[in-house]
């Protein structure tokens, strides 16, 4: 599993679930930040303004996971596989409470120069994927929704949709 930050433009007003986007000229928007199973299907997410700290959303978005999760065991545990911006101790500590094992980019290391695991592939670009397949949700690239509540509603509505559609490929 994966998780990662997705900023993008919204409408005029949002009230928490928006903020100014430290990438963008300070123009309003929104963060979305998604959990996903390893082949794409979204299994939470959570919203908040574009100035909101990657690390903050961990949480939120890990309370926000709408299936019962098997429980990790040695045999089988359960990975999550996360971007720089969760480089925290605090993060570290969430995901094991979880009991998640973490696999999070570490600043200020060389990514040439980490260890080599012989068929080790990678995983964040599965939520990148995630991400691309939610943007071409029109209602979901441009925030036109006011009300955070629907905004969120539009995003499982995608979120459903793209698991029925990932489904059909596997199942």
Known sequence: MAVHGHRHDQGSSG???IGPNPTDR???GTKRSILVKGNGVPLAVAVAGANRHDMKLA???LESIVIERPKPTKRHPQ???MDKGYDFPEVD???????YTADIARRGVDPSKRKRIPGYRAR???VQR????????RRLLIRWEKKRK??????HLACAWITHRRAGIIG
């Not at 500590?93 to 009991?99: I, P």
């Not at 995630?130 to 949700?137: A, E, G, L």
């Open 15 to 17: 009230g928490k679930s």
């Open 26 to 28: 300070a123009k309003s």
């Open 59 to 61: 949480g939120p978005t």
């Open 79 to 81: 990975n999550m596989c």
């Open 93 to 99: 500590e969430l995901v094991a409470a979880w009991g």
């Open 124 to 126: 964040r670009w599965v």
């Open 130 to 137: 995630t991400n691309s397949w939610m943007n071409r949700f």
């Open 150 to 155: 629907n905004y969120l509603a539009m995003i």
